[in-house]
């Protein structure tokens, strides 16, 4: 780590520490009794998180099936009684 702040320096200068990390090319480590909690950074370099979706079987069926009648009351049988 480039810089490491205490929770009572971030308290103190919120703004100024909260500024340098999005201008900083590392992010600053925030402690607390000397023991690492957080970083700061700017968003860009966190990498994006993807959520793995999962379909149900069948709503993939309902999907393959050809549109016949009413998309509400396929996603009615489909919930049944929810």
Avoid: C, F, W
């Avoid at 308290?11 to 023991?35: F, L």
């Avoid at 993939?60 to 049988?77: C, H, P, S, Y």
């Amino acid at each position: 780590m480039a810089l490491s702040i205490s929770i009572k320096q971030l308290h103190q200068s919120t703004g100024d520490h909260v500024r340098r990390a999005a201008k900083a090319g590392s992010p600053i480590e925030v402690t607390d009794r000397g023991k690492p909690i957080a970083l700061l950074t700017h968003p860009g370099h966190v990498p994006p998180t993807r959520r793995k979706r999962t379909l149900l079987a069948e709503y993939k069926a309902m999907l393959n099936r050809i549109a016949k009648g009413d998309v509400l009351e396929d996603l009615t049988a489909i919930r049944g009684d929810r």
